[in-house]
């Protein structure tokens, strides 16, 4: 049924269609319509059997979800940035255990400093933490990739992030095919665990595992994101005879097939170099875009049969390793491994910085003519970055950056120390 609804309130009711027995909720901005209106579906009915529970810190959201679902419940959570952080620990027990959780990430951006806008550093801060994590394009892959995303994490024993947008897709109000419950039970069925605690057969998780064992342990969580690449796509197809859409599976080419260029990205600013790609296209460059949804596991093969024309490859993405570069970079460039095409990176829309199509030309225009500098900083203001670097060369005591910077663009009072 199509409606006009927030993103954050399309994907709790979508989640709410999943039947979850355990959901775990503490606030942070923006993630928390989501748990808001769930709670609100709770306390009405609309969820079934379910627990939901306020718990005091993100540490606490994670780990009593990964007790409902050690104990056989399906569990759920969300969160965002510092957030994510807070989890950390049991980020990793959750994938460890291999217990099948699914959590939301609102995308925003980590301090300091403080930033509560977009970018996709928080769940790239733990993009090896054993998650399987996917992208959503618009808030209608949002919706789709959660329930997507409960059958993967129960088939496989294997925990799930989806990471959105926030703001950008979260509190954004547009239209979106939202499931109705015959369809979702159709694709989802009952939660059988595969392995419970159950005082009628008792085991251990998370024993203690010495050198002599723990790389096999290592390498059997390894293998089910092996798996997981052969299990996406046949989910993706599933899903998409059931509900009529297809949400890409492992990844999504956008006229990439005869591009001669070809820019890789995930996450919502696929949108606007969708729109670029058909502009430059009718002006007669040879453009075309990929679509990575599944960034852990990573679709190696996938990728690199996407990218087997291109002549040149351009990776946008909105995070950033201090003192390298890019980080979805990485990947790309190792499913490219043994081949000569050369590789670019953006770095775009840290900290919400808007990514413009006017910007996103232009810097496309320079790859295609093999000029553009590798990492490329859209939209970098040069001067001010000029004008910091010298305060802190001509004086020890220079200030803090975050406040010099803020004074040097007029958005607070002073000048700069």
């Known amino acids: ?69 050690a104990a056989g419940a399906r569990a759920y959570t969300a969160t965002s940035s510092q957030g994510l952080l807070f989890m950390a620990e049991a980020v990793y027990n959750a ?13 925003r951006a980590i301090g300091a400093p403080i930033n509560i806008w977009n970018d996709h550093s928080d769940s790239m801060a ?3 933490a054993g998650w399987i994590q996917l992208y959503a394009e618009t808030n209608q892959d949002a919706v789709d990739l959660h329930i997507q995303a409960f059958r993967l994490a129960e088939q496989l024993s294997v925990p799930v992030m989806v990471c959105e947008d926030g703001f950008i897709l979260t509190h954004a109000c547009e239209q979106v095919d939202m499931p109705d419950s015959e369809q979702v039970d159709s694709y989802l069925p009952p939660f059988e665990p595969v392995q419970v605690l159950d005082p009628a057969e008792p085991i251990t998780m998370g024993a203690m595992v010495g050198p002599e064992a723990f790389t096999e342990v290592r390498y059997l969580a390894h293998h089910k994101h092996l798996r997981a690449i052969e299990v996406i796509p046949e989910l993706s197809t599933e899903f998409e ?31 606007t170099i969708k729109d670029v790609v058909d502009e430059m296209r009718d002006e007669g460059v040879s453009l075309g875009a990929v679509k990575v949804v ?8 996938a990728l690199r049969e996407a ?5 040149r490859v351009i990776v946008v993405e909105k995070c950033l390793a201090d003192g390298l570069g890019g980080i979805v970079v990485g990947s790309v460039r190792m499913s490219l491994r043994g081949t000569s095409t050369p590789v670019y990176t953006i770095i775009a829309g840290l900290g919400g910085r808007a990514i413009t199509k006017k910007s996103l030309r232009r810097a496309f225009n ?20 000029d004008h910091e670097l010298a305060r802190s060369q001509e004086k020890r005591r220079s200030g803090p950056i975050a406040e010099n910077i803020l004074r040097e663009l007029g958005l607070v009072g002073g000048k700069p120390v």
């Not at 748990?35 to 810190?57: A, F, K, P």
């Not at 990218?307 to 002549?311: F, I, M, P, R, V």
Request: proline content about 5%; some cysteine.
């Open 126 to 128: 733990l993009r090896d």
């Open 366 to 385: 320079e790859a295609v003519a093999d000029r553009l500098e590798d990492p490329h900083f859209l939209d970098l203001d040069w001067k001010v970055i």
């Open 294 to 301: 599944s960034f852990r596991p990573f679709p190696l093969l």
């Open 241 to 271: 005879h059931i509900f009529g859409r297809n949400t890409g599976g492992l990844i999504e080419p956008y006229r990439s097939e005869d591009a001669e260029t070809v820019i890789v990205a995930l996450g919502s600013v696929v949108g």
């Open 307 to 311: 990218l087997q024309n291109a002549k």
């Open 95 to 107: 994938s460890g255990l291999g217990l099948p959780i699914v959590m939301t990430i609102g995308n």
């Open 1 to 69: 049924m199509l409606k006009q609804i927030e993103g954050s309130f399309a994907v709790a009711e979508a989640i709410a269609l999943c039947r979850p027995e355990v959901i775990c909720a503490y606030p942070i901005t923006p993630q928390t319509h989501i748990v808001e209106r769930l709670s609100e579906l709770v306390r009405t009915g609309d969820v079934g059997n379910c627990q939901y529970i306020n718990v005091e810190s993100e540490f606490a959201a994670l780990s009593v979800a990964i007790g409902a679902s």
